[in-house]
Structures are given as structure tokens and as C-alpha cells.
């Protein structure tokens, strides 16, 4: 397989960023592999596929909650042959039930090459950030 380059993975980050804060449901979660994982800060436990993070989006979707806007800084791309860690702060702003809060968090993506030549993400890590 050949190695990721730092242009494909800033795209497909671009794409699942973009995405994300679009609430683009289906394109969103094309970026992913089925066998991704997930560590979320605001989540008790790693959530172990792509169905069961599918699953808590629409319980999220189901309660009201919605993405305003989701702006991204700070990247970095670090390469490893065919996977790659693409890295940024994220600042979100979500809707639940019509009450605005405003996320600072940071953010650890890692991407791999497919079979197929495509670039995934098989693991997105979030974890809260200090505002200076």
C-alpha cells in the first residue's frame, strides 16, 4: 500500500471536519471505518465501532441536541507510513433543546490507507481543552 501524503490527510480531515460541522450525518461518518473506535471525554466508556457511535449520534439527535458551528485551529499532521495522526483544537458550538454551549477541546484523529487506495479514520480521540 502506499504511504499517506500530508495533502491527503489534511483533505480527508478537512472533510470529516467540514462535515461534522455541517451535522452532515452521512457524510460524516463515510470518513470513518466500520471497525473505528472513539474516545469521547463526555462519554463514560471508549465506544467500540462505528454502528454504536452511529447509535449514540442519534440518541444525541433524539434529545434535541445539534451542532451550531464547529471551527477548527492549531493542526498538525504527523505521518506513519500508510496511517497518519492528524491533530487540532476544535471549538463547537452545540444546541440542546435551545440552550447554546460553546466546547473547547482538542482533538486526535488517526487515519489509515484503505485497501482500496481511500484514506479512513479508525480512531478520533476528544478530550477538553483550557481557554486561555
Not at 21 to 40: G, M, N, Q, S, V
Not at 71 to 88: D, E, K, P, R
Not at 107 to 112: A, H, T
Given at each position: 500500500?502506499?504511504?499517506?501524503?500530508?495533502?491527503?490527510v489534511q483533505a480527508?480531515?478537512?472533510?470529516?471536519?467540514?462535515?461534522?460541522?455541517?451535522?452532515?450525518?452521512?457524510?460524516?461518518?463515510?470518513?470513518?471505518?466500520?471497525?473505528?473506535?472513539?474516545?469521547?471525554?463526555?462519554?463514560?466508556?471508549?465506544?467500540?465501532?462505528?454502528?454504536?457511535?452511529?447509535?449514540?449520534?442519534?440518541?444525541?439527535?433524539?434529545?434535541?441536541?445539534?451542532?451550531?458551528?464547529?471551527?477548527?485551529?492549531?493542526?498538525?499532521?504527523q505521518l506513519a507510513?500508510?496511517?497518519?495522526?492528524?491533530?487540532?483544537?476544535?471549538?463547537?458550538?452545540?444546541?440542546?433543546?435551545?440552550?447554546?454551549?460553546?466546547?473547547?477541546?482538542?482533538?486526535?484523529?488517526?487515519?489509515?490507507?484503505?485497501?482500496?487506495?481511500?484514506?479512513?479514520?479508525?480512531?478520533?480521540?476528544?478530550?477538553?481543552?483550557?481557554?486561555?
Amino acid at each position: 500500500m502506499e504511504i499517506l501524503t500530508r495533502t491527503e490527510v489534511q483533505a480527508a480531515a478537512t472533510r470529516l471536519v467540514d462535515a461534522f460541522a455541517a451535522a452532515d450525518f452521512d457524510a460524516y461518518f463515510r470518513c470513518f471505518a466500520e471497525d473505528a473506535t472513539f474516545l469521547f471525554h463526555t462519554e463514560p466508556s471508549r465506544i467500540e465501532s462505528l454502528e454504536d457511535y452511529r447509535n449514540l449520534w442519534r440518541s444525541w439527535l433524539d434529545s434535541g441536541w445539534r451542532v451550531v458551528e464547529c471551527q477548527s485551529s492549531g493542526q498538525a499532521v504527523q505521518l506513519a507510513g500508510t496511517g497518519a495522526v492528524f491533530s487540532h483544537d476544535v471549538r463547537t458550538v452545540v444546541e440542546v433543546a435551545g440552550a447554546r454551549d460553546v466546547l473547547h477541546e482538542r482533538e486526535s484523529i488517526i487515519f489509515s490507507r484503505t485497501p482500496d487506495g481511500g484514506i479512513l479514520a479508525i480512531h478520533e480521540h476528544l478530550s477538553p481543552a483550557s481557554v486561555s
